[in-house]
């Protein structure tokens, strides 16, 4: 199973609004509405954002939001903060009980 | 509050043999999937294997299948990864996360803070 590809890095100002993408293909984003994102700041555990595509947990904040189109699922934080800067990964279900991970972006607030 | 600690981890020679435990606790453990994920140093998350809430189901990425063991105890919510024959390409920060679900696929939350296990020679 190969990862799921996205950026390498995105760079915004502060107050702008940054979207990630994830691409896969037809045997996981592409069928499963079991996209999440993940959140990881350097030495720190990853912490999830976003699951089943579009839902947030409770605690994020609400500038964070998921969508998916096709094969290519999409993480946009809207009123970017500097505490936003960190890489983040989506991660899919890629059928028989199997998870792939995205290959990670790095978000850099200017 | 949910609590995930890992132990075990360190430094093995190729060919080796390490067990990795995750102490649980804060949640009813049998209910819940369990996962390990790893992070190799300055890499990106790769999903290793998986268990079930009664521990009936066990998965693995093909990069580790045949080689490591995943298994539960929910007598003591502890949750195992034995890895036999590691590689250096094994070396990586290996976190143990809880896997939730509303009936179709997971996510993966909490985590723990990870153990380090580098295999060289």
């Known amino acids: 199973q190969s990862a799921l590809t996205q950026p390498r890095s995105v760079s915004e100002s502060p107050g702008q609004s940054v979207t990630i993408s994830c691409t896969g293909t037809?045997?996981?984003?592409?069928?499963?509405?079991?996209v999440s994102w993940y959140q990881q700041h350097p030495g720190k555990a990853p912490k999830l954002m976003i699951h089943?595509?579009?839902k947030r947990p409770s605690g994020v904040p609400d500038r964070f939001s998921g969508s998916k189109s096709g094969n290519t699922a999409s993480l946009t934080i809207s009123g970017l903060q500097a505490e936003d800067e960190a890489d983040y990964y989506c991660?899919?279900?890629?059928?028989?009980?199997?998870?792939?991970f995205g290959t990670g972006t790095k978000v850099t607030v200017l | 509050e949910v609590q995930l600690l890992e132990s075990g981890g360190g430094l093995v020679q190729p060919g080796g043999s390490l067990r990795l435990s995750c102490a649980v606790s804060?949640?009813?453990?049998?209910?819940?999937?369990m996962t390990w994920v790893r992070q190799a140093p300055g890499k990106g998350l790769e999903w290793v294997s998986g268990?079930?809430?009664?521990?009936?189901?066990?998965y693995y990425a093909d990069s580790v299948k045949g080689r490591f063991t995943i298994s539960r105890e929910n007598s003591k919510n502890t949750l195992y990864l034995q890895m036999d024959s590691l590689r250096v390409e094994d070396t990586a920060v290996y976190y143990c996360?809880?896997?939730?679900?509303?009936?179709?696929?997971?996510?993966?939350?909490?985590w723990g803070q990870g153990t380090l296990v580098t295999v060289s020679s």
């Open positions: 996360v809880t896997g939730q679900t509303t009936g179709g696929g997971y996510w993966f939350d909490p």
């Open positions: 804060g949640l009813t453990f049998a209910s819940f999937a």
């Open positions: 268990i079930s809430g009664s521990g009936g189901g066990t």
């Open positions: 037809s045997s996981d984003v592409g069928v499963y509405n079991y």
């Open positions: 089943d595509v579009s």
């Open positions: 991660c899919s279900y890629a059928g028989n009980f199997a998870y792939v």
